[in-house]
């Protein structure tokens, strides 16, 4: 497979490490100030959205958002369009603040 | 010579007849021809047995001229060089080729067991699953070696391969498999319009049927053409081509997979060459120009040496000037066919007859009979006769229904072309039947692929060379070129005129599958027992298995189950076609990364400088470290491990740790991003100190952990364990680019930079005076515990780093000096050492005393712990998010039920703990309800004169003090252990802070 990484170009995959969905968004955990009793409902409710960010995947047959890393280059991690069942690549783009929690304003960035 | 050459033509081909070669086969000599094939040449000694059968043992010559070969097997080579399974028709000769038959006991001509003949019946379709299901334990004491032994193929070397393999990469517009006439014209017409090409040829000569079959090319002999057209392409300096290369499969993103053969057509290759070369080839676009296959008819006795692919009878005497036989039988259902019978008469060859199988086989075609020597019979061949040296007689079932027989020692046989559509039906492309050929021919081909000539069912010379100049046209504008591709060379129409023929009933066995040893009765029977998907009668007959794929049986198996079936070829389909296309060695895929290169190997600065020390090195993921330091008289390991630990407890020593990960944090918010990738806070670290830092994983657990250092306001220096150095990196990365890209920090990898080393023991403050600049003070009160800051060296203008910090438990610093200087530095504190008895220790007495401090490491950040687990728990910061957090908090990870860290002592003094050991309650019975942890890390301790070691244990910390049993089947041994706080000495650390 290759990968056209907008800063090294066209590389071989073997270049490139995988790591899944590139649409997962990292809840936020900010603590609170008095910090939140571990047993309430709330603290249980922010560890259920944790287990989702980190457990859950859809195992999907098409075309996907994934996260992969160039280590083999330019250390960027990246947002690979890619069908998952034919390998086509549609799109392939830095990935700043995909996974950062959604600005207030503009909506997700990436 | 060593023989005659009895079968060798006065004149023709392309061989070199001044080059005379000798070869052995099972011993016997024989000679042949520079350019001939070890198959050709021994067709050209008059040899037809040639190997016996995978099942059955049953004699078998050859059946084809080139890479599709079923039958012609030979380990070739003789010892660590010989190569099992080796296809002898596309074997270049060699002077001194040596080469063996298979699969026969005690010879070729009296095998044993050929008597597997007899209990055929027993090896029918899915024989392995029928014959050998019970009882299951006899499988691998009796069922394996039995059917090892009496069903097989070639036998291998059984000793390192001594030659090099190599891998490599090339880019191009074009990329064209195959340089018959299609592929040529498509290379001329690319190469023509300025596109980088590369032509690749399985063969070594290129030409494809042309060298065979001969023919015209604008009105002129094709080897005219052939010739021209070569050195126009030699000529272009875009086109590069590749012979001995065989393009064998379709990767994503248009990557082609080409298995070169550099050198197997020498005896041993040259110094410093490798044997083959593996190429990954990315291309704008792929022409598949790979001809096609021709096809078998399956009739009795099929498979006996003399029965032969008439295009192969073509090659044998039209490019190698050899005939396979005196007399020959022509069997045909189509008008290819009789190419075989013109090349053959103007050869000189005695035609016996042919046999045309079709109803309405063309007046003129059966006139030929009369004006010829030969007769012309309408009917199928049923039979052939003869033993193991080749058939004396056909039978013939006349299309009237009369019986005929024809005595001939050769029989040519052609059921029409199957298209080479293997490649085109990577990535999931599926051929399409075309009725008019009665053949599969290329569908949705790869991205990128399109397909020119024979393989894609345009059978004519005519159509091959327009076809192949068309493809290389269109290639090369689709991949942006816009230079004028010349015209396509012309030759004169021809008819196939075929009728669909798979099987024709007979006596004796039918087979479809030579190599695998199916027959027409096994796809039969499997159509009985229910296995009528093609899927599932290869996989139930092993109808296409082995190294041809099938090439030239995959097509009739399926032909004769859609038959019996009752349904339609296309409705039957073919199986998925995948890589490789041939066969590729496994050196070559491996490539160089074998033996010492099978991974690079890294080495600290100073590695040179410990080898003089005499160090034993050990492997830890690619780094080469220093285990221990052995001084004469020391009798084993542990004397050297002891040694070691007692001069840094009591006087100094020094370690390179330079294989642990740093990294550079730097930039305004560079406390911010650590104290959210580690549980502690680093954001109120003090310039000029450092900390212990632990990092988990998202779900909660341990991920590493390490020291970390605030060398000015925005700049940290982070460490690593060694083997966490590399994934760390990326977990930062992407925390920095994915989850946090507002924060204004940048990482930078500085392990190799530094070499580090870290110097330990009581007296470690006088070797560091005598290193440092006078300057530098690293009294308690000027370079405290946990302290962090450059330094000068005495006479030198190298700024290094220098950190107070012990892994150890001792007054210990860690000084980090630019790598260039590693050596020197180890040297440098060798002699500023010297007077106060420094000594360097390895990795052995650096875990031994990280043991006895009871620091865990490795074995303890084992993926499965917590940082409560660990005795860390108190370092989870309340007031701050970090990655873990929330997740650490789950229920089951903070449960008082879990395993903790804690220390285990034997009772008795004199037993020897090892990693691994169970922990159940004193006297319980081991098993998986009493286990209540395990053993991770274990030393023999020379302060306390006794083994010790570290474990996890349920509840550890509130079972400090009780005696438990340590199990550890492994040595067969159960003892008792007393649960211990880890830190066994200076529990109070007042050494480390002195």
Known sequence: MRINCPYCGERDASEFTYLGDASLVRPDATPKDPPLDPVSDEAQALREQFHDYVYLRDNVAGFMRESWYHGGGCRTWLTVERHTVTHEIKSVTAAPGVGAKAPKKSGRRG | ?994
């Open chain 2, 1 to 994: 010579m060593a023989s005659n050459q009895s079968h060798r033509l006065r004149d023709g081909g392309i061989v070199d007849r001044s080059q005379p070669l000798d070869f052995t086969f099972d011993g016997k000599s024989y000679s042949g021809f520079s350019g001939d094939t070890l198959a050709s040449a021994l067709v050209a000694n008059g040899v037809k047995l040639v190997g016996r059968s995978f099942k059955y043992h049953r004699p078998r010559g050859i059946l084809t001229a080139g890479s599709e070969e079923p039958n012609a097997l030979v380990e070739l080579r003789t010892g660590a060089r010989k190569e099992a399974n080796t296809r002898m028709t596309v074997t270049e000769l060699y002077d001194g080729l040596e080469a063996a038959s298979q699969n026969r006991w005690p010879s070729l001509k009296y095998d044993f067991l050929s008597v597997n003949q007899l209990a055929s019946p027993i090896f029918v379709a899915g024989f392995y699953y029928k014959t050998f299901m019970w009882p299951a334990k006899f499988w691998e004491g009796l069922y394996e070696p039995l059917i090892r032994r009496a069903a097989g193929l070639g036998d291998t070397a059984k000793q390192p391969d001594p030659d090099h393999y190599e891998k490599a990469w090339a880019h191009c517009d074009v990329l064209i498999a195959g340089a018959g006439p299609a592929g040529i014209s498509a290379a001329l017409a690319a190469g023509r319009s300025g596109a980088r090409v590369i032509l690749a040829e399985e063969d070594f000569a290129v030409g494809g049927r042309l060298l065979a079959d001969g023919g015209e090319i604008s009105r002129k002999p094709a080897s005219e053409w052939l010739t021209n057209a070569m050195a126009e392409i030699a000529a272009m300096e875009n086109v590069r081509l590749m012979t001995r290369t065989a393009v064998f499969g379709v990767y994503d993103g248009g990557t082609y997979g080409l298995i070169e053969r550099v050198n197997d057509h020498l005896p041993v290759p040259p110094a410093h060459q490798p044997r083959h070369r593996l190429w990954r080839v990315v291309a704008k676009r792929c022409i598949v120009a790979m001809g096609a296959i021709e096809r078998p008819v399956v009739f009795g006795n099929n498979d006996r040496p003399g029965v032969m692919m008439a295009s192969a009878v073509r090659s044998y005497i039209g490019r190698y000037g050899a005939t396979p036989g005196k007399s020959i039988a022509v069997f045909t259902n189509n008008n290819d066919g009789w190419k075989t019978v013109d090349l053959a008469e103007a050869a000189g060859v005695k035609i016996a007859a042919v046999i045309d199988a079709r109803d309405d086989l063309p007046p003129e075609l059966l006139a030929r009979g009369k004006e010829g020597n030969f007769s012309v019979l309408n009917g199928r061949v049923s039979s052939a006769d003869g033993g193991r040296d080749g058939i004396t007689k056909v039978r013939i079932a006349l299309n009237g229904g009369a019986t005929a027989q024809v005595d001939a020692d050769c029989l040519a046989m052609s059921a029409g072309w199957n298209p080479a559509v293997g490649l085109t039906c990577n990535h999931r492309g599926k051929p399409e039947w075309r009725e008019d050929i009665a053949a599969f021919v290329p569908g949705n081909c790869p991205e990128g692929m399109t397909v020119a000539g024979a393989a894609n069912g345009h059978f004519s010379l005519k159509d091959c060379l327009s076809g192949g100049h068309r493809a290389g046209a269109e290639a090369a504008k689709a991949a942006g070129m816009s230079g004028k591709p010349g015209t396509a060379a012309k030759s004169s129409a021809e008819e196939y005129g075929q009728t669909p023929l798979w099987h024709v009933a007979g006596k004796g066995k039918s087979f479809v599958d030579q190599q695998h040893d199916v027959t027409a009765s096994d796809v039969k029977l499997a159509n009985l027992e229910g296995f009528q998907s093609v899927e599932h009668l290869k996989r139930y007959t092993t109808l296409g298995m082995a190294t041809d794929q099938g090439k030239t049986s995959n097509i009739s198996g399926l032909a004769i189950m859609a038959e019996v079936s009752g349904r339609s070829i296309p409705e039957t389909g073919t199986t998925m076609y995948r890589p490789p296309y041939v066969p590729v060695s496994i050196g070559a895929l491996a490539g160089h990364h074998r033996d010492e290169e099978f991974h690079a190997v890294r080495l600290t600065p100073s590695h040179h400088w410990a080898e003089e020390q005499g160090a034993v090195f050990v492997d830890t993921g690619l780094w080469k470290r220093a285990q221990w330091y052995p001084r004469p008289g020391e009798k084993d390991w542990l004397e050297s491990v002891n040694r070691e630990v007692l001069t840094v407890r009591n006087g100094v020593g020094f370690c390179d740790v330079t294989t642990l990960g740093k990294i550079d944090v730097m930039g305004s918010d560079a406390g911010t991003f650590l104290d959210r990738v580690y549980i502690n806070t680093f954001s109120k670290l003090a310039v000029g100190k450092a900390r212990y830092g632990l990092m988990l994983r998202e779900d909660g657990i341990v991920m590493d952990d390490g020291t970390t250092s605030r060398l000015s306001e925005d700049h940290y220096f982070m460490t690593t364990t060694t083997a966490k150095a590399g994934p760390v990196m990326q977990h930062l990365e992407y925390c920095r680019q994915v989850l946090w890209p507002d924060l204004d920090v940048q990482l930078t990898s500085a392990s190799e930079q530094w070499a580090q080393f870290s110097i330990a023991g009581p007296k470690t403050r006088e070797v560091l005076k005598a290193v440092l600049d006078p300057s530098e003070d690293v009294s308690n009160d000027a370079f405290p515990f946990m302290g962090a800051r450059e330094v000068k060296l005495r006479d030198a203008d190298i700024t290094c780093r220098l950190f107070r910090i012990s892994f150890s438990g001792e007054l210990a610093f860690e000084i980090s000096v630019p790598c260039a200087y590693g050596d020197a530095m180890a040297r440098n504190l060798m002699k500023a050492g010297q007077p106060h008895g420094i000594i360097p220790y390895g990795t052995e007495a650096l875990g031994v005393m990280r043991i006895e401090k009871g620091h865990a490491a490795g074995n303890e950040l084992n993926g499965m712990t917590t940082a409560g687990d660990l005795g860390l728990g108190r370092m989870m910061a309340k007031k701050k998010d970090y990655i873990g957090r929330v997740m650490a908090q789950r229920e089951e990870l903070v449960s008082p039920d879990r395993m903790v860290m804690v220390g285990i002592k034997p009772v008795n003094k004199l037993d020897k703990l090892y990693a691994g050991g169970h922990v159940i309650p004193k006297g319980a019975k081991p098993g998986p309800d009493t286990d209540e942890g395990y053993v991770t890390s274990v030393c023999f301790s020379p302060m306390l004169d006794q083994y010790l070691g570290l474990g996890m244990v349920a509840r550890g910390r509130d079972r400090i003090g009780e005696i438990m049993s340590v199990c550890d089947p492994l040595h067969g041994k159960t003892y008792d252990c007393e649960i211990c706080n880890p830190v066994f000495y200076d529990p109070e650390g007042g050494r480390q802070r002195g």
